[in-house]
């Protein structure tokens, strides 16, 4: 008994001696951490979390970023300190330690931004005392690049898809020689190219000939490396072998093309075909005249007869609805609630020989922005529908039938409209509206009737293409008074120019 009572003497003693020193030492760091408050070494302060932009890429669709904190933060000094640069004005709300930065306007294409956050300060809980300062953030994303596409009139770009890159000033011709593009459209990934093309030296007739084709832009996730071998690789999609290819449009998902198509032994047999995720051509059964796959990628607007048609993309299927007021549709707008039309007042003895502007939405509301004698020749939504930009003509007065070109802008809440830039002629002019809002890119083509010239490009009069000015005309910012238009052109030459996505 002696000899175990001798054993346990040692551990009780070390025992007594830690539990002692352990009290000391949390005594000691309980009165140390009140004595130096919130710059005691002991303590960490806040810190973000996750920054849910960081290290992204942002297109016109990603409207906010979201910062989460470590601990419960005084909103106050959040707000206060936390500074974007370049400077993206937006609104800030809360949802416990959550905070949602709104932007206003979409993300300006062609940044590189940083996020930065210093000197707030947490906030404890049930208590009016601010805490501790956070530790420094910084954050960056970027947007996509500011870049376009168009077809080349002159030297070596002569009937090719020419990429043009703004952002890094970089430009490549993505077709081959050997191919006359027509026309052409972006994924919406900007990756690819879905564009029309006959082959070289047939002069006129390459519009009877047309075939579909696929090109890759070098493009990723909206950036271009400029050494990317992957830019310029060709594949056919449709041939045209049996019907004579038209008009086309791909779907907002990039999943579905629809065709017009004629055959050739028989041109009574006019139809409609659709194209889905790469497989082969299945006829719509579907009349009529110029159309557009919605929004949705669910169904496709046709115009038919004197009004438009809304029809599900599938094969023999009925009407979904018809707006039999209407003679055009110009544009979708991309949240697919809403669109421009054209009225021909074709019914209306009032107003006869003039042309109406309307704003349509799914509510049912038809809003009147413009009614004209000259001509509505296209309009295109801002990314967040609110406003349109428009190109239009004036009647001029006299003996002779002249049209002056100009462009507008419509708000459609207010229904102001703001006369932007006239431009001295007008011919075959394509419009395309920056999906940042910033910017409308269009062409002025110059062509000529010279029978020699039956090698040249042509459009779709026939008549030959001989050159094409692009133009960015820059908006004025729409709440300051004293902002302007600007009418720059580009160092470029061609026509069709498109944005990319």
């Known amino acids: 008994m002696i000899n175990k009572l001798t054993l346990k003497e040692p551990i009780d003693k070390l025992s007594v ?49 979201i910062l989460t904190f470590d601990r419960p933060m005084d909103k106050e000094t959040v707000e206060k300190n936390l500074v974007i640069d370049p400077p993206l004005p937006g609104k800030v709300s809360w949802a416990g330690r959550r905070l949602a930065y709104t932007t206003e306007t979409p993300v300006p294409y062609g940044e590189t931004y940083t996020v930065q956050l210093n000197e707030a300060r947490e906030r404890f809980r049930d208590s009016s005392k601010i805490g501790q300062e956070m530790e420094p953030f910084v954050g960056t994303f970027q947007s996509r690049d500011r870049a376009l596409a168009y077809i080349g009139t002159q030297a070596e770009e002569k009937g090719k898809l020419v990429f043009y890159n703004i952002t890094r000033q970089h430009k490549r011709a ?63 999609i449709l041939d045209n072998e049996t019907y004579q290819n038209n008009q086309f449009d791909l779907s907002a998902d990039g999943e579905t093309i629809v065709i017009q198509r004629v055959n050739r032994e028989n041109p009574a047999d006019f139809d409609l075909w659709m194209i889905k995720n790469g497989e082969k051509p299945e006829r719509l059964k579907v009349a009529g005249g110029h159309f557009e796959i919605t929004p949705d990628n669910k169904a496709l607007a046709v115009a038919r007869g004197e009004g438009i048609g809304i029809l599900p993309l599938e094969p023999e299927s009925e009407p979904l609805d018809f707006l039999p007021k209407f003679g055009q549709l110009l544009d979708f707008s991309l949240q697919g609630n809403s669109a421009a039309m054209v009225d021909f007042n074709t019914d209306n003895a009032n107003l006869r020989y003039t042309r109406s502007l309307f704003y349509v939405n799914n509510q049912g509301i038809q809003k009147e922005l413009l009614n004209t004698q000259g001509s509505i020749v296209d309009c295109q939504f801002t990314s967040t529908g609110n406003q349109l930009y428009c190109l239009l ?27 932007l830039a006239k431009l001295s002629d007008y011919q075959d002019i394509k419009i395309s509206l920056s999906p940042d809002g910033l910017a409308l890119l269009f062409d002025q083509v110059l062509t000529s009737d010279d029978t020699s010239l039956k090698d040249n490009l042509t459009n779709n009069s026939g008549q030959a293409i001989v050159g094409g000015k692009l133009w960015l005309l820059i908006p004025p910012i729409s709440n300051n008074p004293n902002s302007k238009a600007e009418l720059k052109q580009l160092p470029l030459v061609g026509f069709r120019p498109q944005w990319l996505p």
């Open 174 to 236: 993505l077709t081959p020689p050997d191919l006359v593009v027509m026309d052409f459209e972006f994924y919406p990934e900007g990756d690819r190219i879905l564009f029309s093309a006959y082959d070289q030296g047939l002069g006129i007739d390459g519009l009877r000939q047309l075939k579909l084709y696929t090109v890759t832009t070098g493009v990723s996730n909206g950036v271009e490396d400029s050494d990317n071998n992957v830019a310029g690789k060709i594949e056919e």
């Open 393 to 419: 003509t004036e009647l001029l007065k006299g003996d002779e039938y002249r049209e002056q070109p100009y462009f507008a802008r419509f708000d459609i809440r207010t229904g102001e409209v703001t006369p």
């Open 17 to 65: 001696w830690l539990i002692g020193g352990f009290s000391i030492l949390i005594t000691g760091l309980v009165i140390g951490d009140k004595l130096c408050g919130d710059n005691c070494f002991l303590r960490k302060g806040p810190q973000v979390k996750n920054f849910t932009w960081e290290g992204e890429t942002v297109n016109n669709t990603d409207r906010a970023f």
